[in-house]
């Protein structure tokens, strides 16, 4: 259990016009960094990070820049998706058909979860076999669809590819968001994927034998989940245990996955206060020790989306504000803050490593943007923020 009375980042109240305009920087980061390519980069100049784009961050960043009427930036991002999957199609379709016959590749065969901004795949070592972000990249394209009524033909032929993956690989351990865990089924990453397929299934865009598939595929993670990723009535980290992750919170919001007023979307919020968040600053899990296991400001504004979509609106502001207030004097938020580390004796080792943390990263600029605009701070260009909807959302 976090100490919470050692002191961490100080919530400001900066005022509606204060964080808009760190809005407006923040989007206008987004649209200089975004590639000729389409891809968004995680950080431009974070030194492992540089020149990759990965379908988790970019995906969000470009469900937070539609959520604002930058329709441009987020379908560019989608059409780099595309190209990533359409020209990997055989490579795609020999691990659908060696899944369905029982002879599923081994892990450096699947799908790697990060790119070079160009699509092609790069050199380094990485921690590579991700399935959250191709759900994620399914469930931002709906949204997109939903909020602005914009066609989904010119993907027709990545989404298939990506619901076939998805469908006959669920159920196979990953690395989670962190890449950190490989030997576990994340139950952020299976909320990630059933959101994916219910929501792509539910624009209607599929052909019946995959849209069954898809729902299909979304019903067992459900079962799934509810059998073995729920323990003393929240959302665990992975299968089996007991501990929560941050990561959860996406589930609830935005991504509609769980009922934030059910029993478990209530346990689940509760959770992550409770164990993971300091002076509105949250951590990603409590054994966290990258960097030394700081607060991360777009965890604190996915906590905030998940409050706002539970009815606490003021407890959401004041989650945003705590994220405005780890900005640098040039409006960069960054990766993380190390005001309070779960663990300090790892930062050294991690800043000789690699450098200091990330900043700016463009995801927590997405989530200080989606939770503003989910707050009304500023104004939606279309509708109010409800997207395709699953069915049997409380567990």
């Not at 999957?85 to 060696?98: P, Q």
């Not at 900005?327 to 938020?333: E, M, V």
Request: proline fraction near 5%.
């Amino acid at each position: 259990m976090i100490d919470k009375s050692m002191s961490g980042a100080t919530a400001t109240r900066t005022g509606d016009a204060a964080l808009r305009e760190l809005v407006r920087a923040g989007t206008g980061i987004i649209l200089e960094q975004q590639a000729p390519s389409g891809a968004y980069p995680a950080s431009p100049s974070f030194s492992a990070y540089s020149g990759y784009s990965w379908f988790r961050d970019g995906s969000y960043i470009a469900d937070a820049m539609s959520a604002v009427g930058q329709i441009e930036s987020a379908e560019r991002f989608f059409d780099w998706c595309s190209e990533v999957l359409t020209s990997r199609a055989d490579r795609i379709r020999h691990i659908v058909e060696e899944s369905r016959a029982g002879r599923p590749p081994s892990d450096e065969h699947m799908m790697a979860t990060r790119f070079l901004l160009d699509g092609a795949e790069g050199n380094d070592d990485w921690w590579d076999f991700q399935l959250d972000g191709y759900g994620t990249w399914l469930w931002a394209l709906a949204e997109h669809h939903t909020r602005h009524g914009r066609p989904l033909d010119r993907w027709t032929d990545a989404i298939a590819l990506t619901v076939d993956y998805l469908s006959c690989s669920w159920e196979r351990p990953c690395y989670d968001w962190w890449e950190e865990s490989a030997e576990q089924v994340h139950v952020s990453t299976l909320g990630c994927i059933a959101a994916g397929l219910s929501s792509i299934a539910a624009t209607g865009h599929l052909d019946q034998p995959r849209a069954s598939d898809a729902s299909a595929a979304a019903t067992n993670i459900r079962r799934r989940v509810q059998a073995d990723g729920v323990r003393a009535g929240h959302l665990t980290k992975w299968l089996g245990t007991e501990a929560v992750d941050a990561s959860l919170l996406a589930l609830i919001a935005p991504m509609n996955f769980l009922d934030p007023l059910s029993p478990v979307g209530s346990e689940t919020i509760a959770a992550i206060e409770n164990q993971l968040t300091v002076n509105n600053g949250v951590h990603r899990y409590l054994a966290d020790t990258y960097y030394g296991g700081g607060q991360w400001p777009l965890l604190s504004c996915f906590l905030g989306l998940a409050q706002e979509s539970a009815g606490n609106r003021s407890r959401a502001r004041d989650l945003l504000d705590w994220a405005a207030s780890t900005a640098g004097d040039n409006s960069d938020l960054p990766e993380q803050v190390e005001e309070h580390l779960l663990d300090a004796v790892h930062l050294q080792p991690w800043n000789d490593r690699w450098g200091p943390s990330a900043s700016p990263l463009l995801w927590s600029h997405a989530m200080f943007i989606r939770l503003a605009a989910a707050l009304g701070i500023i104004p939606h260009p279309d509708r109010p923020e409800t997207g395709p909807q699953t069915n049997d959302k409380g567990l």
